[in-house]
Structure formats: structure tokens, C-alpha cells
């Protein structure tokens, strides 16, 4: 067995864009384990758009990323060796394991690793579907939008991790659902293979009243629930079109992640229609996992749960990934294949 670890470590803060100048590849000697401790062989690591927001120094949900220090970051794997009793060699295991290629971990810590079955799922859709963008879009969903059958919910980024979960999830309730997405590859997806309504692909209209009137003809009854992953115009747009007591999810306004200010046009209409806007960090709501994980694994083991996953290869492959994550270039979920 290897006795290297290659990692990625961040090297400096952007100011604005990121850059790969950011991140710097090294190397890392794998120490004996000791009691308790496990070796994980890491095979995915999920790249997801909150990393941008612990890049920065300034203050967040989430303490930000040290530097020089391997990048925070999802994995599933294959337990290599343990000294741990819950543990054995052959173990499939899901944690967050960050930017590197083997995780050296206490095992006795309560959540840092959790065997999965890869009977039926896929290992890497416990990074996607299965995963956290699963049980945030479920969560976004059925705890603050709340659909009912008749609803129409409309989610931004739709053909996304997040975005694609919670628009199925929004049809197995009987809702219409709507979907935003850039380009029209991206847009027949949501229709064709995730089985959306209708998609909008936002790169058509410049402002917010040509997105607004295309809303208004995917939504002729209007909006009644939103998950919102960017923020920005198209945020500005859904609130024109909101029902009464619409219900949105804050989720990610990744149209700010680079310092950029999000002005809002009408915030007074959350006001004039009651909206409930509600902000919320998938982590802070551990107690709801099993469920949600329930349903999207049932779902996933039926084939009822469509992704679609975009893999990079190679640990040095990471960076540019995930700055072509922050840029939409990426299709569904964004994964780097490590084995």
C-alpha cells in the first residue's frame, strides 16, 4: 500500500474570482494507526458550491477554511486497514473525508464515518442523490415549502445535485414543477429525464422582465413554493410571480459567492403576499437525515431518482473542477474520481 497521501490544501484567499492559484497540491506521509484510528481509500470526492463560502475570511454559517490546510470536502471510500472494532478492510463508507486521497481518521468519533450499502446505490450517489444535495433538497422542500398536490414549486439551478432532487421530489407530491437552468441542453434534461413541467433556460433573458413574463407562462397559476440556489435577477423575478403565502427556500445564492452585493428589486412583496423566506444549513438538522435518506435511497434503488453525475479524474483534476462548478460548467453532480 502506498504510504503517500496526496492532498489539496488551500494556499491563499481569493479576493473575487478564485483562482487555481488558490490551491496547491501536496504531499503527505501516512502515519501508523493507532487505537481506534481507521484508513479510509477515498474513491469520490463531492465538490459543492459551499466550498467558495469557506474560502473566505469573513463570517458565515461555517468557520472558514484554514489555510494550509486540506480543503473540506465529502467522500465516499473503502476502509483500507483499521484498528477500530466497528470497522473492517472492505467496509464501503461514506464522511467527509476533504481533498486528499486517504483519510486517517478516530473512528470512535460519533458521525465521522457511516457504512453505506452498495447493493442498490451506486457509492457515489451517497455524494449526490443519497447524499447531502439529496437531503437538502428534500428538506428545503418538505420542511419549510411544504408543498400540496396542485402546488406548483419552481427551483432555480434545477438541473443541479440540489435543483434535480427537489423538483422529483416535487412531482411524487403532485406539484408542478418548474425548473431554471443554463442552456438548452440542461433545460430538455430537467423536461426529458427528470421529468420537470417546464424548465427556463435563464440565459435566453437579459432582465427581469423577460424572465418574469417566461415564469408567467411556465406558471399560469402562479408560484407557489421556491428553492432558491443563485439569487440575484432570478430571485427578483419569482418574487413578481409569487402567490400568497409563497414559501421559499434559502438554500445557496451562489450569484453573490464572489463578494458580489445581491440587491433585491421588490422586497416589499414579501410583505404584500405573506411570503415565509426561510434560510437554512442541512447540517443543523441531523435529526431529520434518516428519514429524508430513507426516501431518496428507496427512490434511488427503484430508479424513480434520476441524476446525473460530471466526474473529474484525479485528485489534481479538483481545482479546475470546482472553479468550473462555481461557472455552471459541470452537469448534475460534480464528483472527482480519486481511484
Known amino acids: 500500500m502506498s504510504t503517500v497521501n496526496r492532498q489539496i490544501v488551500l494556499a ?12 496547491k497540491l501536496v504531499e503527505a506521509a501516512l502515519a501508523p494507526l493507532a487505537e481506534g484510528e481507521v484508513l479510509v481509500r477515498n474513491h469520490y470526492l463531492s465538490l459543492d458550491p459551499y466550498m467558495r ?20 470536502g465529502g467522500t465516499v471510500g473503502e476502509v483500507v486497514e483499521s484498528r477500530n472494532a466497528h470497522f473492517k478492510p472492505g467496509d464501503a463508507v461514506v464522511g467527509m ?3 486528499q486521497e486517504y483519510l486517517r481518521v478516530n473512528a470512535d468519533q460519533r458521525g465521522v ?3 453505506v450499502d452498495t447493493t442498490h446505490i451506486p457509492l457515489s450517489a451517497y455524494l449526490g442523490a443519497v447524499g447531502m444535495p439529496g437531503v437538502t433538497g428534500w428538506y428545503g422542500l418538505t ?7 396542485g402546488e406548483t414549486v419552481v427551483v432555480s439551478a434545477a438541473s443541479g445535485a440540489v435543483g434535480g432532487a427537489v423538483g422529483q ?11 431554471l437552468a443554463g442552456g438548452p441542453d440542461k433545460c430538455a434534461y430537467v423536461v426529458n429525464e427528470l421529468g420537470f413541467d417546464a424548465c427556463i433556460d ?26 432558491e440556489n443563485v439569487g440575484g435577477m432570478i430571485l427578483d423575478a419569482v418574487m413578481l410571480r409569487a402567490n400568497a403565502f409563497a414559501r421559499v427556500a434559502m438554500c445557496g445564492m451562489i450569484s453573490g459567492y464572489n463578494g458580489e452585493p445581491i440587491p433585491m428589486s421588490a422586497p416589499q412583496l414579501i410583505l404584500v403576499n405573506r411570503m415565509r423566506v426561510e434560510g437554512f444549513i442541512v447540517s443543523e438538522h441531523m435529526e431529520l437525515w434518516p428519514q429524508a435518506l430513507k426516501e431518496l435511497g428507496m427512490l434511488v434503488a427503484t430508479g424513480k431518482l434520476k441524476y446525473r453525475e460530471t466526474v473529474a479524474d484525479g485528485i489534481a483534476a479538483a481545482p479546475q473542477a470546482f472553479l468550473g462548478l462555481l461557472k455552471g460548467k459541470n452537469f448534475g453532480k460534480q464528483l472527482v474520481k480519486l481511484v
Open 113 to 115: 464515518l457511516q457504512k
Open 169 to 179: 421530489l416535487a412531482k411524487a407530491r403532485g406539484c408542478r414543477a418548474v425548473g
Open 202 to 227: 435563464y440565459k435566453q433573458h437579459p432582465d427581469v422582465k423577460s424572465l418574469s413574463k417566461a415564469l408567467k407562462e411556465a406558471c399560469p397559476d402562479g408560484i407557489d413554493g421556491y428553492f
Open 97 to 99: 473525508g476533504g481533498w
Open 143 to 149: 420542511q419549510i415549502i411544504n408543498p400540496k398536490a
Open 12 to 23: 491563499s484567499r481569493p479576493t473575487g474570482e478564485p483562482t487555481v492559484d488558490n490551491f
Open 53 to 72: 463560502g469557506r474560502m473566505n475570511e469573513g463570517k458565515s454559517y461555517a468557520q472558514p477554511q484554514p489555510l494550509g490546510e486540506v480543503m473540506i
